[in-house]
């Protein structure tokens, strides 16, 4: 556990120093290093406390959020395949700022957040009441079922309003396909106290996710609150996703991936699964936009479609793999 503790915090470390040195204009460590110190020439201050610190901070803080919300849901539905997608969270959190930004709402994070979480929020709710209806309560099958409906409508949504307004959203590609690209400090502060509450209350549910793993019932008579652990778990995924669209636009994969690398790396364990995928995810996310940045020429490629293509052969790596655990 310190051994693997060690060698993710040196990969997160590595990985923000490699981003603040490459991008379509490389720049010498020796500037970046003197900018770091409170030296170096204009423009290299201006291209590093300008534009890749701020892309680094919001990477490393919005992969830490996704990765939690995903440990969080697979552990929430038993489901090491799930994703914050799954409850439709991701699909609601796009809706509510397509909605917002057709209805001319200014594209800055701090005017977004909110619909962000507000859609975030009516999708949460959406889940749990289909999930509730009919016989029996809402099981984790039948909110991953109600989840995965919901996330097609909104989904199909979110796409007609985009091609019935398509000027809009053409001076928002990069967010709609996923970018940390351009966000500054201030952009990260809007978001930043909700991220915060939301990977604390990742850290506290760690343990009764864990003994809710063994089973409702086992749960129970260990004294944990299944009915509170599984409110504050959908609330966190809510707070956590939501915030992170608003920052980054819709960015997948990730917390698909990085409970799966843990798991590999720690076991089944929950009070690791979660913290270590705070770790996990920012590396990935790091990773694939620095990718991003030098794969074309000249030009950048939106880190959300980078994830899809850096991730795809690793998860069908590890969900073929033997030795990936399951439950």
Not at 28 to 57: H, I, N
Request: glycine residues 10%.
């Amino acid at each position: 556990m310190p051994l693997v503790l060690s060698g993710l915090v040196l990969a997160l470390t590595v990985a923000a120093a490699v981003s603040l040195f490459v991008g379509t204009e490389s720049t010498g460590a020796a500037r970046v290093l003197a900018v770091l110190t409170g030296g170096g020439d204009a423009e290299a201050r201006a291209l590093v406390l300008e534009y890749r610190l701020p892309r680094t901070l919001v990477a490393v803080a919005v992969g830490a959020s996704l990765g939690a919300a995903g440990a969080l849901i697979q552990a929430y539905t038993r489901n090491p395949l799930a994703d914050p997608g799954i409850l439709g969270v991701n699909a609601g959190a796009t809706l509510g700022v397509a909605l917002a930004l057709v209805a001319g709402m200014a594209s800055t994070v701090g005017a977004l957040v909110w619909p962000a979480l507000a859609g975030a929020c009516f999708a949460t709710i959406a889940v749990l009441l289909l999930a509730s209806t009919g016989r029996g309560p809402a099981t984790p099958v039948r909110m991953t079922l109600s989840g995965v409906a919901l996330t097609a409508v909104f989904a199909g949504i979110t796409t007609a309003i985009r091609l019935f307004d398509p000027a809009t959203f053409e001076r928002h590609r990069s967010w709609v396909a996923g970018s940390v690209a351009g966000r500054s400090l201030d952009d990260l502060a809007t978001v930043a106290p909700f991220l915060a509450v939301g990977l604390l209350l990742s850290v506290l549910l760690v343990r009764p996710l864990n003994a809710i793993a063994l089973g409702e019932d086992m749960a129970s008579s260990l004294g944990v609150d299944t009915a509170r652990t599984r409110l504050l778990t959908i609330g966190a995924v809510t707070v956590l996703v939501g915030a992170s669209t608003a920052v980054a636009g819709p960015i997948g994969f990730l917390g698909l991936m990085a409970p799966h690398v843990c798991r590999l790396l720690v076991g089944n364990d929950h009070t690791r699964i979660i913290p270590m995928s705070m770790l996990v995810a920012p590396v990935v996310l790091l990773t694939a936009d620095i990718v991003a940045r030098v794969i074309v020429p000249l030009r950048e490629v939106p880190v959300g479609i980078m994830t899809a293509f850096l991730g795809a052969p690793v998860l069908i790596w590890l969900i073929s793999d033997r030795k990936v655990n399951t439950q």
